[in-house]
């Protein structure tokens, strides 16, 4: 069970990495550019001599790892909940990047209902103060209720209109989707080995939320920025289910009057909603 006095004010070790052109293009390759190869609006992404980082690349960037496990987290039983990301500068290519995390809070559902831990990451040039992207994750943590809740918890993210939705993008992602994301960051056996999947209750392997949510923000470019294919500047969204490598995606998104953006993620063949309470700012 999660201490929770140690929890928040455990400390995350500081993770540095340099970003390679190549490491920018696989993050957009992986999470739908250049579905198009003829589109230049999808090549400046995957273009090696003068990349264009995709604003989702900062989810896979100085990732601090399991850290909940040292934490006092059951992490065999911790899922992803929500992902929320704001994009303050493009990524920058070929410079260290420092990620400094904090603990934010725990909500406990109580005894056997498990808990939701969040943590803020921020990433910022090493020697520098000024942030390239501040990350918000919330995790599920299903073996930890019962702990107690503390700290600041994030607000709730809203629900998506009620009414139809004003456009909407199918993706069809390879059944190679998950063995080609992790790569990025995540080698978890449980998006890559058959073994693995049955033990966590599933027919074959998962695709990583963070792939989904990739998915999401190229979904928004490609429907809302076509000419240029440039992502939301920040972009948040719940997990509600797992999907699978070969899943049909649709997103239906709306834009509202504020100029901010709402989505929902669905794979229909399925009848289930995988991603809620999306939103985004372009």
């Known amino acids: 069970m999660i201490p929770t006095v140690e929890f928040t004010d455990f400390r995350v070790p500081d993770v540095t990495q340099t970003i390679s052109a190549r490491k920018a293009a696989l993050s957009a390759l992986s999470t739908g550019y250049g579905s198009n190869p003829l589109d230049r609006a999808h090549l400046r992404y995957l273009d090696d001599r003068e990349p264009v980082p995709v604003s989702t690349l900062a989810n896979v960037v100085a990732h601090p790892g399991p850290w909940m496990k040292q934490a006092g987290v059951d992490w065999s039983r911790v899922v992803?909940?929500?992902?929320?990301?704001?994009?303050?500068?493009?990524?920058?290519?070929?410079?260290?990047?420092?990620?400094?995390?904090?603990?934010?809070?725990?909500?406990?559902?109580?005894?056997?209902?498990?808990?939701?831990?969040?943590?803020e990451r921020i990433l910022m040039p090493v020697g520098l103060e000024d942030p390239v992207a501040?990350?918000?994750?919330?995790?599920?943590?299903?073996?930890?209720?019962?702990?107690?809740?503390?700290?600041?918890?994030?607000?709730?993210l809203p629900r998506v209109p009620e009414r139809p939705a004003d456009a909407l993008m199918r993706i069809a992602g390879p059944d190679t989707a998950a063995l080609l994301y992790r790569?990025?960051?995540?080698?978890?056996?449980?998006?890559?080995?058959?073994?693995?999947?049955?033990?966590?209750?599933?027919?074959?392997?998962?695709?990583?939320?963070?792939?989904?949510?990739?998915?999401?923000?190229?979904?928004?470019a490609a429907v809302l920025?076509?000419?240029?294919?440039?992502?939301?500047?920040?972009?948040?969204?719940?997990?509600?289910?797992?999907?699978?490598?070969?899943?049909?995606?649709?997103?239906?998104?709306?834009?509202?009057?504020?100029?901010?953006?709402?989505?929902?993620?669905?794979?229909?063949?399925?009848?289930?909603?995988?991603?809620?309470?999306?939103?985004?700012?372009?």
């Open 80 to 119: 992803h909940a929500e992902q929320r990301l704001t994009v303050h500068v493009p990524m920058p290519i070929g410079i260290s990047i420092r990620s400094r995390s904090r603990p934010l809070s725990i909500v406990d559902r109580g005894a056997g209902q498990g808990a939701f831990a969040s943590f």
């Open 225 to 282: 920025r076509p000419d240029t294919m440039v992502g939301p500047s920040s972009i948040a969204a719940r997990f509600s289910a797992p999907v699978f490598p070969n899943d049909a995606l649709e997103f239906e998104i709306w834009s509202e009057d504020d100029g901010e953006v709402r989505f929902r993620g669905r794979v229909p063949p399925r009848a289930v909603t995988v991603l809620d309470c999306g939103t985004a700012t372009l």
């Open 134 to 156: 501040t990350i918000v994750q919330t995790n599920a943590c299903l073996g930890d209720g019962g702990c107690g809740s503390t700290g600041e918890r994030p607000v709730p």
């Open 183 to 220: 790569l990025n960051v995540d080698l978890n056996p449980l998006h890559f080995d058959p073994a693995a999947a049955a033990t966590g209750g599933f027919s074959r392997p998962i695709l990583h939320g963070l792939c989904t949510f990739g998915y999401a923000a190229y979904a928004l």
